[in-house]
């Protein structure tokens, strides 16, 4: 079982593939690559039956999802999940998307504010858009990623996000990105990390999703509680053709005052849970964890 809930987090593909597909992406509207990918989509359903079982698993246990639908929803999913990666190379060859930001206040405000704050991700939606559509002059953003992605692809992950006030920490495993981290936060600046899924450690915080038990990463939430900074959810959601949605949550409770910090952690993350439903709920398709996620 535990082997089944790992998984990498790497962008498929060899470095010549993402030099070829950024070129396509210049002269190729990006529809006929949708459709040139959908093609290769029940292929790769059919040589890939871990994910597949995973996001099944999803669709039938956590959405409750009849078997037809879920297995359409298996196409859907992955179908997404590729325009996803599709978009993202979009971006790094300069194309723009439309965008709505649901509650900006939430992040403009703490943006503002003097004082560091935490910007919680998930693997929900394309994460790596936010940093293209959210971002501000008034503080720097570091953005905790995952260090196995190849340098091309990294790089222009950077050059992207560094035109918009992001450092990208990638998350060694000598722990050393920890006292950049640290630095960050005493400085005042913006630390993103996402919290649905652990690089590397065992540490994890069980929270009810879906009507289900499952880990969830404790640092996050560590991080919040022990330095009492405010806490907020992004999730940017593909709402359309060339259009996204970001979708801002705070993540607090009234009654957090005074708490042990091991009951700090525990409420910023059933808090976080529950702005994942909340998604999930509008956009059951786009939960791109390929791994057995719950404790079935």
């Given at each position: ?258 708490l042990p910090q091991e ?24 939960w791109y964890n390929f ?6």
């Amino acid at each position: 079982m535990e082997e089944q809930r790992q998984w990498s987090g790497k962008t498929d593909g060899t470095l010549w593939m993402h030099k070829a597909l950024l070129a396509l992406m210049k002269v190729l509207p990006l529809p006929v690559l949708y459709l040139i990918m959908g093609l290769v989509i029940p292929f790769y359903l059919l040589f890939n039956p871990k994910g597949r079982q995973a996001i099944w698993h999803y669709l039938r246990k956590r959405q409750g999802w009849g078997r037809v639908r879920s297995a359409l929803g298996c196409y859907g999913n992955h179908f997404l999940f590729g325009t996803a990666l599709l978009d993202r190379f979009a971006a790094y060859a300069g194309r723009k998307f439309k965008t709505d930001v649901l509650d900006y206040h939430y992040f403009g405000d703490l943006a503002a504010a003097p004082g560091a704050f935490v910007m919680l991700s998930s693997h929900i939606g394309n994460a790596e858009m936010c940093g293209y559509m959210l971002s501000t002059h008034l503080k720097r953003m570091n953005v905790i990623s995952f260090p196995g992605e190849k340098s091309t692809i990294r790089s222009w992950r950077e050059k992207m996000m560094g035109v918009n006030n992001i450092r990208m920490i990638p998350a060694e495993p000598d722990l050393g990105w920890l006292f950049t981290l640290n630095g960050a936060l005493s400085d005042g600046e913006i630390v993103s990390i996402h919290a649905d899924r652990n690089f590397g450690s065992p540490k994890s915080i069980s929270v009810n999703l879906l009507g289900a038990k499952a880990d969830i990463p404790k640092g996050p939430f560590a991080i919040a509680a022990m330095r009492g900074l405010p806490v907020i959810a992004a999730f940017t959601m593909k709402a359309g053709l060339g259009r996204y949605q970001v979708m801002l949550f705070r993540v607090d409770t009234p009654d957090m005052e005074g708490l042990p910090q091991e009951e700090k952690m525990q409420a910023l993350a059933d808090v976080y849970a529950a702005t994942v439903e909340k998604v999930l709920h509008l956009y059951p398709l786009q939960w791109y964890n390929f791994f057995e996620f719950w404790k079935y």
